[in-house]
């Protein structure tokens, strides 16, 4: 579930202001949408791990670190394992589609428990 971090306005919530959620579906359709994959910073998983710090892969994205692919199922047991929340945006204030998403703990970030 999506919990905004913005004031609530009288008239609702608004698509460009920032939303956290923990829902596995919610931040596959988000990154899909964008042509975006899961992946991983390739050497910073630690003994025993598949996934290391994660990263969403975006069509235009950085080169800088080196990503590498990994599936969803991976991203996921590592998204749980860090209590990760996913903090992000769905479209600008301009109505363009916002690219806007970045990884912050559970804790503290508002996100409801899946």
Same mark, same amino acid.
């Given at each position: *579930?999506?919990?905004?971090?913005?004031?609530? &306005?009288?008239?609702?919530?608004? +698509?460009?202001?920032? &939303?956290?959620?923990? =829902?596995? =579906?919610?931040?596959?359709?988000?990154?899909?949408?964008?042509?975006? &994959?899961? /992946?991983?910073? @390739?050497?910073?998983?630690?003994? @025993?791990?598949?996934?290391? #710090? #994660?990263?969403? =892969? *975006?069509?235009? @994205?950085? +080169?800088?670190? %080196?990503?590498?692919?990994?599936?969803? =199922?991976?991203?996921?047991? &590592?998204?749980?394992?860090?209590?990760?929340?996913?903090?992000y945006q769905e479209e600008?204030?301009? @109505? $363009? %589609?916002?690219?806007?998403?970045?990884?912050? $703990?559970?804790?503290?970030?508002? /996100?409801?428990?899946?």
């Open positions: *579930m999506a919990t905004k971090t913005s004031d609530q &306005k009288s008239s609702g919530q608004h +698509s460009h202001e920032s &939303k956290v959620t923990t =829902d596995h =579906d919610e931040i596959r359709r988000w990154v899909e949408a964008r042509g975006g &994959k899961p /992946a991983t910073i @390739g050497g910073t998983e630690r003994k @025993g791990e598949e996934a290391g #710090l #994660l990263r969403i =892969d *975006m069509p235009a @994205g950085a +080169s800088n670190p %080196p990503l590498e692919p990994i599936s969803w =199922d991976e991203f996921f047991k &590592k998204f749980d394992e860090e209590n990760l929340a996913f903090l600008k204030a301009d @109505g $363009e %589609p916002s690219f806007f998403s970045k990884f912050v $703990e559970r804790e503290g970030a508002g /996100a409801k428990p899946r």
